[in-house]
């Protein structure tokens, strides 16, 4: 299991041949259990109606993004709509995008003309809400004798709930082309209905359960290999330029050896190591290393900046806010550009009433790249209006002009130019493209209506984001685990973790230590606490709190989270950022799943999430509750 003819396949290089030379091989069955999404703020929405206009109050990761499915899902145009969601309250994918309870109190409002507010229960959430897709599948794994991994062979089962899903089993196999590179690898997956709540995308979809499943057996091969567990994935990692999935897209930039290195370096990975299989009465250690990738950027959306008569910038920002304050950490690019103080920014953003351009969601790490470039476009937009207004207004040609931050100025003669206060007063007397009533004819239509409403109010920066890419932006982490194993009780104590990204520049240290270790105490739970259980006889969970469904507390973290960053610049971002929240999650996971493995003499388990029972039966040569291939009954 599973032989079925899959729903999607896809292949490259001569599978078969490429097997025939391999040392070492592997068959190997495996489950990847589902959990809820765990949001602090469980799904809810407040609306109302005013002079035909509805507004609307939501917990959504995105901002501009949700407008037109949720104008749609009430059943007016997104001109008469409002949407106001500065802040999240968590969701880790399960708000990405509109969703049917926020339609919800706008249609009830309409009926009873009042005010209606809708919150969902927790208990409610683990039904109503959504979950991560379970996977159920084969892997077959070849290795050379130096341990390089030649040839792969994986077919992924997805519950996919009761309605159709995401496509987490088709990112699966884009995750192990890239992260392992094998030189022939087929790809084959199958979505499955089932009587359980919805399925969606939860951080780094596919690409997470997949490490999850690879990373031990990554181990498995260098232990009957003899190569060290972090040699081995240095030996098959990708670098800037290797191609991922069946596509083959070359990488934008990839600093994964690097961030593998400096994990190693900073963890103290050799003497780690050798405590292992040391063992203090009813203790011992183990350690393990762990990485993961995920797709960190997209391109074609606008950038809306204004320059307002009185000099500040306002940077207006249709992304959301889930937390990460990305909306701010990617506006500073807007202000770079154009030399001015940051306190002189005012970022505008959380209320599509004040003029918001049409931007991509807050989702799939993808706002620092995709972003960044919007941003840029913007404000170069308006560089280039400054300008041409000074060259209008001084004579000569717009390329003989600078600016400072303050003012726009002719080179060589400082004392000939105008402040941005005053270029912006010009720009309201010239009219036309530089006040915003002439736009761009490729700008989104929220971005020509946010425009258009800002017109004749100062210098207008507005484009679409044409930049080139020429490849895959993708983000990349790395982490390493030490645990220590009660052989007694099953119960592990994490002791040590140290997560890496490869996230390109980084713009907010202090928000990236934030991301890698809340990423890696998310990973801790899918690796060994969180799941589902399931009532047979209506599928509906038992799982209606916290408690049941247990994701980590701060007694199950070590007190000592270290973090670092390659910080080296992906060159087709403006600001050289791409995002990183993902594969922080599964790299953790991973070196947290490979750390109980080692403490356990390598025995791989094959499943998520590993328990302490199960780690008890394996010990004790007791069978296991569940069989090879049972999930959501663990």
């Not at 889930?322 to 030399?339: N, Q, Y």
């Not at 220590?484 to 973790?497: H, M, R, S, V, W």
């Amino acid at each position: 299991m599973p032989m079925g003819e899959p729903a999607q396949e896809w292949t490259y290089g001569d599978l078969d041949a490429t097997f025939a030379k391999c040392k070492v091989v592997y068959d190997d069955t495996f489950v990847h259990g589902s959990n809820s999404h765990h949001s602090m703020e469980p799904r809810s929405a407040l609306a109302h109606w005013q002079n035909g206009k509805c507004i609307v109050y939501v917990s959504s990761q995105s901002q501009s993004f949700i407008v037109p499915p949720l104008a749609q899902m009430i059943g007016i145009p997104p001109s008469d709509l409002v949407v106001i969601a500065e802040y999240c309250g968590g969701g880790f994918g399960s708000k990405g995008n509109a969703y049917p309870i926020q339609a919800l109190p706008a249609l009830m409002s309409k009926k009873i003309n009042r005010p209606v507010l809708l919150r969902i229960s927790r208990a409610e959430e683990y039904y109503n809400g959504s979950a991560r897709h379970g996977f159920q599948g084969r892997v077959k794994l070849g290795f050379a004798e130096n341990g390089k991994l030649l040839a792969a062979d994986l077919y992924v089962v997805q519950e996919n709930g009761a309605y159709n899903s995401f496509w987490d089993f088709r990112n699966a196999g884009d995750a192990l082309a890239m992260v392992y590179q094998p030189e022939a690898m087929r790809w084959r997956g199958v979505p499955v209905h089932a009587n359980s709540p919805l399925r969606s995308a939860q951080r780094g979809p596919g690409y997470n359960q997949l490490v999850h499943i690879i990373e031990p057996l990554i181990d498995r091969a260098a232990h009957q290999l003899g190569i060290d567990r972090v040699a081995i994935r240095l030996l098959n990692d990708p670098v800037t330029g290797s191609p991922g999935g069946v596509k083959r897209t070359p990488t934008t930039s990839c600093y994964l050896k690097e961030a593998i290195r400096c994990g190693a370096k900073e963890f103290d990975w050799e003497n780690k190591l050798a405590m292992c299989g040391q063992r203090k009465g009813s203790k011992g250690y183990g350690v393990g290393v762990g990485q993961a990738y995920h797709p960190a950027g997209f391109n074609g959306f606008d950038g809306l900046v204004r320059i307002a008569p009185d000099g500040k910038l306002h940077i207006h920002t249709g992304v959301g806010n889930l937390g990460t304050f990305s909306h701010s950490g990617t506006s500073r690019i807007a202000a770079e550009v154009l030399k001015i103080d940051w306190a002189d920014c005012v970022v505008v953003r959380g209320d599509s009433r004040k003029h918001l351009p049409w931007n991509i969601g807050q989702f799939g790490s993808n706002t620092s790249f995709t972003m960044a470039r919007t941003n840029f476009v913007a404000a170069t937009d308006a560089l280039n209006k400054l300008k041409e207004i000074a060259a209008q207004q001084f004579g000569g040609k717009p390329e003989d002009y600078d600016v400072d931050g303050k003012r726009v100025f002719r080179r060589g003669s400082p004392g000939t130019g105008m402040t941005y206060g005053q270029a912006a007063q010009r720009a309201i007397a010239l009219g036309g493209k530089f006040d915003g009533h002439q736009l761009p004819e490729d700008i989104n239509p929220m971005t020509r209506d946010s425009a258009t409403a800002l017109a004749g109010s100062g210098l207008i920066g507005v484009a679409k984001d044409k930049l080139k890419v020429g490849g895959e932006t993708a983000a990349f982490a790395a982490a390493f685990v030490m645990v220590e194993l009660d052989y007694e009780t099953g119960k592990y104590t994490i002791l040590d973790f140290v997560g890496v990204a490869d996230c390109g520049t980084v713009i907010h240290p202090a928000g990236l230590q934030t991301q890698i270790k809340s990423g890696g105490i998310q990973g801790f739970g899918v690796a060994g606490l969180e799941r589902i259980i399931y009532d047979p006889q209506n599928g509906l969970p038992h799982s209606i709190g916290f408690y049941q469904a247990r994701p980590p507390t701060y007694g199950d973290i070590p007190l000592n989270m270290r973090t670092c960053a390659v910080d080296l610049p992906d060159p087709t971002s403006p600001m050289g950022t791409k995002g990183i929240g993902e594969p922080l999650l599964g790299s953790a996971a991973s070196a947290l799943l490979c750390a109980i493995s080692n403490a356990m003499g390598g025995h791989v388990f094959n499943r998520t999430p590993v328990t302490s029972d199960m780690i008890l039966n394996k010990l004790y040569n007791i069978p296991q509750a569940h069989g090879p291939l049972q999930t959501n009954c663990q």
